[in-house]
């Protein structure tokens, strides 16, 4: 593939998940330096833990919580085509991970404006009608990868990980080789999994 032809790279988010936001600011910053056709998509975190019994209380219910957002950009993909979906991220993942508003529907709403979308659409939170577009999109990207991981999932061509998990978001450079990295495994045969247990919390900044 010529060097200015743009790679497809297919990344399935769960707007409410502080690791993926982290990484989609990576891919963006790739996006930046090299030429990438980053297209988004949806998964979720509550539909990955369905069946989960073993997870306490209060998982379930924050698990419940964070199906709205994705309702909301489910509903807004349906409303104005798949190109929006980079843009609400945006505006969704600021407000939750760097502005620490709650999932609710006014901040929904702040983010469809923000985006240049109907903020009436935030009453898709509420709503099961676009659950099914979701699972769909979500069977699509964990499918690739299998359901012991979580978001976000990367494919590029037909080769799908989940990760990079990555804080704080490399910038420049180091942006730069970590996506190397990540497509030297991407493209070697039979590579499946690179792991450590993380020691650090998300960090924003």
Request: one cysteine or more; charged letters at 25%.
């Amino acid at each position: 593939m010529p060097h200015d032809t743009p790679i497809p790279v297919d990344f399935w988010f769960d707007p409410t998940c502080p690791w993926a936001w982290l990484t989609s600011r990576w891919i963006l910053e790739v996006a930046r330096q090299r030429p990438l056709d980053v297209r988004w998509r949806l998964m979720s975190l509550t539909v990955l833990n369905e069946g989960r019994e073993n997870l306490p209380e209060r998982w379930h219910r924050d698990l419940a919580l964070r199906l709205e957002a994705v309702r909301v950009c489910a509903a807004a993909e349906q409303r104005y085509g798949s190109g929006v979906l980079g843009r609400l991220y945006t505006e969704l993942g600021t407000r939750f991970h760097l502005g620490k508003a709650p999932k609710e529907r006014s901040t929904y709403a702040a983010a469809l404006t923000a985006a240049d979308l109907d903020p009436a659409l935030a009453d898709a939170a509420g709503s099961d009608a676009f659950d099914g577009a979701v699972r769909a999109s979500h069977n699509d990207g964990i499918g690739r990868v299998g359901t012991d991981v979580g978001t976000p999932v990367i494919a590029v061509g037909d080769v799908a990980f989940f990760g990079p998990v990555v804080t704080p978001t490399p910038r420049g450079e180091a942006a730069l080789r970590l996506w190397d990295g990540f497509l030297a495994v991407a493209g070697t045969d039979g590579f499946f999994e690179l792991k450590r247990t993380r020691t650090r919390d998300p960090i924003f900044t």
